[in-house]
């Protein structure tokens, strides 16, 4: 069974870089799967970041678009997610997951990044 | 992209039926069968509960059910139970290769 885990700074300055590590096990990155971002602040509603296929096909959201890139790595068993430029905004809990068709079936325990001087 | 409208709660006695909506417009919601559930309980990770807007995964129990007309999704507990109580979210794909996920809905089981 596929298991991720969210990895990364906890603590990140503002107009700094956050940049999050997803661990893959049980799984691989070569059957045209799909792996989601999602984030959600403290408190608040949860929010599509973007994805990325095996192939390294990436979607984003129109409104992180100019700050965000996610990767994978495929000889680490890793997807990874940065965003540039952040702003207290950005404080959020980051969860990845694999999606199956157009859900997102597996997710994350998530973790919490908090933009902060 | 904005998101898709829910209502912020939702509240039913044990037993009971109640149904979230999730209003989004022809782009989204009205577009495809590409809408998905997901339940998350205070500080948990979301839980997939009905995907392409009907089905439901293996291990989600059958009381919980979805549907479509035009631009609006629903999502329908029945047989209300204590642990139900948690918040709802839904997404869609959408025409431009993204998702959108709803505003959120909190049930409260009286």
């Known amino acids: 069974q596929v298991q991720l885990q969210e990895s990364g700074p906890r603590l990140v300055q503002p107009s700094g870089t956050l940049s999050l590590i997803c661990s893959v096990s049980g799984g691989s990155f070569n059957n045209n799967n799909w792996w989601t971002w999602v984030r959600q602040p403290p408190g608040k509603g949860l929010e599509w970041i973007g994805e990325i296929s095996d192939r390294g096909t990436t979607h984003y959201n129109p409104s992180l678009k100019s700050r965000v890139i996610i990767s994978v790595d495929k000889s680490k068993n890793q997807l990874s997610l940065e965003l540039n430029s952040v702003t207290a905004a950005d404080t959020a809990v980051y969860y990845c997951?694999?999606?199956?068709?157009?859900?997102?079936?597996?997710w994350g325990q998530g973790t919490l990044v908090t933009v902060s001087s | 992209q904005s998101a898709l409208t829910q209502p912020a709660s939702v509240s039913g006695s044990p037993g009971q039926s109640i149904t979230i909506s999730c209003t989004g417009t022809?782009?989204?919601?009205?577009?495809?069968?590409?809408v998905s559930w997901y339940q998350q309980h205070p500080g948990k990770a979301p839980k997939l509960m009905i995907y392409d807007v009907t089905k439901r995964p293996s291990g989600v129990s059958s009381r919980f059910s979805g549907s479509k007309s035009g631009n609006t999704a629903s999502l329908t507990i029945s047989g209300l139970q204590a642990e139900d109580e948690a918040d709802f979210y839904c997404t869609s794909y959408t025409s431009s290769y993204t998702y959108v996920f709803g505003t959120g809905t909190t049930v409260t089981v009286l």
């Open positions: 997951g694999r999606n199956s068709g157009w859900s997102i079936a597996v």
């Open positions: 022809s782009s989204d919601v009205g577009a495809r069968n590409l």
